[in-house]
């Protein structure tokens, strides 16, 4: 399981004898894994300041949480088509021992390998510098994750827009990428070339009578160049002065005059358009989007269902571009300052954690500090009940009154702030490590 139940007691033989009966119980039972969660000697200062930070602290930990699966959620969108491989680049880098600083570390053994890193987050500082020094350092983190993702959301939107242009059938989709010079006469003061579109039942009678559905229509001129599930594309040329009336005759017959006149510079922007904006894609996300060879265009790599016919220099619209030519999938900037940032949001989120455990253990059990934290990883989600169980029995003697309302709903804690589901007789806060769910 990826939850974790971090624990404190006091550390009084009494209680030492109680974590040892725990550890006992769960081991002989199967409950839970256990292991000790070690906690700096931290400056207590007041017992004011110990409720405020208490309150900060619970909010910060709210926050910190959600920026991490925030982070992760970006994680999963950018990566796109590798999503299989998101919790590979979810870690904890390093933290565990200085040596192992540059390690990469999977986020179950952080959390049961915790240590308090003393050079980012000094102990010997108060207590409200240090939890100010988490804040700062998250709510940069959620600054430039806003800024960020809000540039991919942009760029994402115009490559999708682009692209829903370069599929769809042949009366709505862009006709760059299916088209060419050679379809085309052009630079003439008197001729022009339409496209026309014919549904597949009609290629007959189109073949029959195009010529003569106006005047100054050139014979044997069309072609057809692309087709899709509902019909054809076909190219005729006639004379520019009977471009109307020949569209009214080809509509009276079903067929469609699509408004599209060959620009040469156009094309090119638009092919430039797509490129560029897959180029940035790349460069700043990781993306399984590929670049076709230099000078022709890009497309994503699904397959458009437009048949370009009869100039085979033209890659097939089928295509897909790994077939063309595929360059890989790179980790561009974004996805390294996701993983970075998740990996330092995590370990503030932990150790935001470990400074509520001694908050907490302090207002609970008193001066002078002495408690033990431990931290319990339940093996199944079937067993957390007994495990609650287990934990009520060895520890109501630190407050009976709340072991007995945990049994008994009923029973009201005076002065409890909290609903008695939220409050065990030792200190408890829960770590969920699911964080894509």
């Excluded at 991490?68 to 680049?89: C, L, Y």
């Excluded at 430039?144 to 994402?156: E, F, M, P």
């Excluded at 009366?171 to 085309?184: A, W």
Aim: aromatic share 8%; glycine share 4%.
């Amino acid at each position: 399981m990826s939850e974790f139940w971090l624990i404190s007691a006091p550390g009084d033989k009494e209680n030492l004898q109680a974590l040892e009966k725990m550890n006992t119980v769960t081991s002989k039972s199967n409950l839970s894994y256990n292991t000790k969660f070690a906690i700096p000697d931290f400056k207590v200062g007041t017992l004011d300041s110990l409720v405020g930070l208490s309150d900060e602290l619970g909010k910060l930990d709210t926050f910190a949480e959600s920026l991490i699966k925030r982070m992760a959620q970006s994680v999963v969108e950018v990566m796109e088509d590798s999503k299989g491989k998101v919790h590979e680049n979810l870690l904890a880098n390093g933290g565990l021992k200085e040596k192992m600083k540059c390690l990469k570390i999977d986020l179950t053994s952080f959390v049961t390998h915790f240590e308090w890193d003393m050079a980012k987050y000094p102990a010997k500082q108060p207590l409200v510098s240090v939890v100010d020094t988490l804040a700062k350092q998250l709510a940069q983190i959620e600054s430039d994750l806003k800024s960020r993702t809000a540039a991919y959301s942009v760029l994402k939107t115009n490559l999708e827009n682009l692209e829903k242009r370069s599929t769809g059938n042949l009366f709505t989709r862009t006709l760059s990428d299916i088209v060419s010079k050679e379809d085309f006469v052009l630079d003439s003061e008197y001729l022009i070339t339409l496209l026309v579109i014919v549904p597949k039942s009609s290629y007959a009678q189109w073949q029959k009578n195009y010529e003569s559905l106006s005047d100054m229509v050139v014979p044997r001129s069309t072609k057809l160049i692309a087709e899709d599930n509902e019909g054809g594309l076909f190219t005729v040329t006639l004379f520019r002065k009977v471009i109307d009336d020949f569209k009214i005759k080809a509509k009276e017959n079903k067929f469609t005059v699509r408004e599209f006149y060959y620009d040469e510079k156009e094309i090119k922007r638009e092919r430039e358009e797509m490129t560029r904006l897959l180029s940035d894609k790349k460069q700043q996300y990781q993306t399984s989007c590929v670049a076709l060879k230099k000078g022709s265009a890009t497309y994503r790599d699904h397959k458009v269902k437009v048949t370009p016919l009869g100039n085979p220099a033209r890659p097939s619209a089928g295509q897909t571009d790994r077939e063309r030519e595929s360059e890989g999938e790179g980790e561009g900037p974004l996805l390294r300052w996701l993983k970075v940032n998740f990996s330092e949001a995590f370990i503030a989120w932990i150790h935001i954690k470990a400074l509520r455990v001694f908050v907490e253990s302090v207002l609970r059990y008193g001066l002078p500090v002495n408690f033990q934290a431990v931290l319990l990883q339940p093996h199944k989600k079937s067993t957390t009940k007994r495990l609650r169980e287990v934990l009520n029995s060895v520890f109501r003697h630190l407050d009976e009154v709340a072991a007995a309302s945990i049994l008994d709903a009923s029973v009201e804690i005076p002065g409890l702030q909290l609903s008695n589901q939220d409050y065990f007789p030792y200190v408890y806060f829960h770590i969920d490590l699911s964080l894509l769910d």
